[in-house]
């Protein structure tokens, strides 16, 4: 099994920042892609940035330029650096991470994280 825990959501004003952990501990042979999505209530859950291995990132529009995505492999942690943030980027965020067990090399195993409120007044 694989733990992730989450820092760094909360209350902030329009234009300001936030940075965003999640650090995963556990039974971790390797790492394949680390993420964050997002959901808004009454809406589904969007990917927002992911990672991977190799560094390369995929970033949803809406935050290309404003949001960014980073990993540290030594402690298994993904962070967000979310800049200029706007009210529409209200949502739980949710981090998800591709898990490799030593019991099983070759298959990939989904984990997500509890969520973190990111509320942003206008």
């Known amino acids: 099994q694989v733990q992730l825990v989450e820092s760094g959501g909360g209350l902030v004003q329009a234009g300001g920042s936030l940075r965003l952990s999640c650090a995963a501990s556990g039974d971790i042979l390797k790492i394949n892609s680390m993420g964050w999505h997002r959901q808004a209530p009454g809406k589904q859950r969007d990917l927002v940035a992911a990672i991977s291995s190799r560094g390369d990132t995929n970033y949803a529009d809406s935050v290309k330029g404003r949001f960014t995505i980073s990993r540290d492999n030594a402690k298994n942690t993904v962070y967000l650096q979310m800049n200029s943030l706007k009210p529409e980027d209200t949502a739980v965020y949710y981090c998800?991470?591709?898990?490799?067990?030593?019991?099983?090399?070759?298959?990939?195993?989904?984990?997500w994280g509890q969520g973190t409120q990111v509320t942003v007044s206008s």
């Open positions: 998800h991470t591709v898990v490799r067990h030593s019991d099983s090399p070759l298959v990939g195993y989904n984990y």
